[in-house]
């Protein structure tokens, strides 16, 4: 829904009044003209609403009323969708549009209710809990949008949540003219690129702090190694992607140099090595990894070059969802710190209430 709101209001900006009322495009005649793209697109944006929704009203007993009650959630937030279009320059209110995404949300949750009927979501649980632990939900949730994060381009290779020159400058325009300017802290001592050395340690964190995620979650050594190999192969071909998008496709390994070679290269004898850790103390060094990658990143500057292809994605790439793969590089790690402090933080009171049962 949150993804669904972002794509149909963005950018957020330049709102206004029309003087007409915003449900007047309900009984517009329909457009002349249309294109495939624009009817996959609406399709395409609804259908996995509909099919969660149907799927958690499967999952709660609520078969009889499953498709209809997901229909019903997605076309009422397409008709808020489209009516608050009518206040946004940038964006036009279409009849078609709600249309195409009620259809689009109820193909979706039949497609719940048949993999429902047909048995595959029970096989999908049986899986689940043969690979992962039960509290796993964040853990997947990070892992599944790790590799959209990538798609941003970062000034490190797999470097995420670069994110404090950023935000100093957008401070310092927000508050210029204003006396809480002067509150700002100043640097006695500009911010410095990265060393080689530096960079093949921040690159071969980058590799190994999603593998210590999956590790806090899946059950057996097995399993461990496939994701390993699963999270080096979409590291490297996702980047691939961001640097084929960003600068064209005969640029798509120029990223490749000799540091983030070997720092793929220690990234993954490193997970190889922690294989056999405990899931706590994959916790642990997830924390401590990700403070340091963090800490290191943080201290580097974009180079102008880079600052320019940043300006390119904000000004198009993707269509309207370039800012959803920036927001989620720049939040990952922060993310996945939160959720890595919360699971060591709830089982330590979990034990402690345990041993207070015990005594």
Known sequence: MCLIVYASLYPFAH?????????????????????????AVNLAGYAPLGFLLALAALRSGRTRWAVSVALLIAALLSLVMETLQSY?????????DLVLNALGAWLGACSAWLLEKAGALDRWSRVRQRWFVRDARGGLVLLALWPVALLFPASVPLGLGQVIERLELSLADA???????????????????????VEVICVALGA?????????????LAQRVVLLVAVLAAGIALTALSAALSYGPEHAWAWLDLPVQVGLVMGGVLALMLLPVPRRACAALLLL???????????????????????????????????????????????????????LSSRKAAEAAESKIGA
């Open 15 to 39: 709102w206004r009044n029309q003087g007409i009322s915003p449900l007047t495009f309900l009984t517009a005649p329909l457009p002349r003209y249309w294109t495939g793209f624009d009817v």
């Open 88 to 96: 946004l320059p940038s964006r036009v209110p279409s009849n078609v």
């Open 175 to 197: 508050l210029a003219d204003t006396p809480f300017l002067e509150w700002l802290p100043v640097r006695d001592i500009e911010l410095q690129p990265l060393v080689p050395g």
């Open 208 to 220: 190994l702090i999603p593998c210590l995620l999956g590790y806090c979650v899946i059950r057996t």
């Open 289 to 343: 990894g990700l403070s340091i990658h963090l800490s290191l990143l943080n201290q580097a500057p974009a180079s102008p070059y880079f600052a320019e292809t940043l300006q390119t994605w904000e000004q198009g790439r993707f269509v309207r969802f370039n800012g959803l793969a920036q927001w989620l590089g720049w939040l990952w790690p922060y993310a996945a710190l939160m959720y890595v402090l919360v699971r």
